[in-house]
């Protein structure tokens, strides 16, 4: 049997619809939503990403700014300029573009923006949620492990009382997307590069997320067919010029349930995430 492949398009296609809607009452009110993007300096596979918000960001309606910095822009004056974006009205929601330079990287870049304008969800008080326990998708969650969510509830996957192993114990995903699927009744285990015996784990799991950003890590050797695994592929590689994701999707289709393809997968799944969380920001600094 060959495993299913995890398309995102159809639930982008869905979440876009019901996005478009919300965005034409916000905009018949007389507000447009905005989202401002806050680059420093000249990374390539972040103008990319930027490239992929910028598109969605229009297509639904919303307004989009890129604020580009210099890299050699100083403490004081990048504290400035996003002082200046958290009190402008016209803005409703601000993402700093990582990585940030190493002359900013002593900064708590997390809290830096209003927690109402933090659609990336990183702000403590918007973490907070998970550690609370809630499963509301409809919060500023981080744009990731919402979106990974999202698409398997999409696909039917059940998640309560599932063993889920997430590889990568990042702060953007592995951390928050264990947390969020705990509060789904989950039980996760958390793995890493100190991780010993990956495979005794990914073997025995029902679903194997990996975010460790090794292209075709994964080989069917860490999969037991018996076990009929889903596996969500975070990651985003280079490998002979081409986009491509930690598994190697080729070597294991006979050995897994069902997958996410790179590209095509968990990437606008982000997106579409972070354009869903602009939306529910901006209606709640004009609730009413």
């Known amino acids: 049997m060959t495993a299913k492949i995890l398309s995102a398009a159809p639930v982008v296609a869905q979440i876009k619809r019901d996005l478009l809607v919300r965005c034409e009452n916000l905009i018949q009110r007389g507000i ?18 930027i490239r992929n918000k910028k598109k969605l960001c229009e297509e639904i309606g919303a307004k ?5 910095l210099p890299d050699s822009i100083d403490e004081k004056s990048f504290l400035n300029e996003i002082d200046r974006l958290n009190q402008d009205p016209a803005i409703h929601g601000i993402i700093i573009q990582l990585p940030v330079p190493e002359n ?10 209003n927690p109402a304008k933090d659609i990336d969800g990183f702000h403590g008080l918007n973490t907070q949620n998970l550690y609370s326990g809630s499963v509301d998708l409809s919060l500023l969650l ?15 996957v059940s998640i309560p009382g599932k063993h ?3 590889v990568g ?47 075709h890590f994964f080989d ?11 596996v969500i592929d975070v990651g985003m590689n280079t490998l002979d010029g081409k986009l491509t994701g930690d598994i190697n999707q080729a070597d294991v289709l006979n050995t897994i349930n069902a997958i ?27 609730k009413g």
């Open 64 to 68: 989009f700014t890129l604020l580009h």
């Open 32 to 49: 447009t939503p905005a989202m401002c993007v806050v680059l420093v300096g000249n990374d390539p596979a972040s103008l990319s990403y």
């Open 220 to 230: 069917h050797s860490f999969f037991d067919a018996s076990k009929n695994t889903v």
């Open 164 to 166: 889920i192993v997430v």
């Open 142 to 156: 981080p744009c990731t492990p919402k979106g990974i969510i999202n698409l398997l509830k999409f696909y039917g």
């Open 260 to 286: 996410t393809p790179v590209p095509g997968g968990v990437g606008p799944m982000t997106v579409i995430s972070l354009i869903e969380n602009l939306i529910t920001a901006t209606e709640k600094q004009f």
């Open 169 to 215: 114990r990042s702060l953007i995903v592995g951390k928050p997307l264990s947390m969020l699927l705990s509060n789904f009744d989950a039980t996760v285990t958390l793995t890493h590069s100190k991780t010993k015996d990956l495979k005794s784990l990914t073997r025995t799991a029902d679903i194997v997320i990996s975010a460790i950003g090794k292209a």
């Open 104 to 113: 900013l990287k002593n900064l708590n870049i997390p809290n830096l923006v």
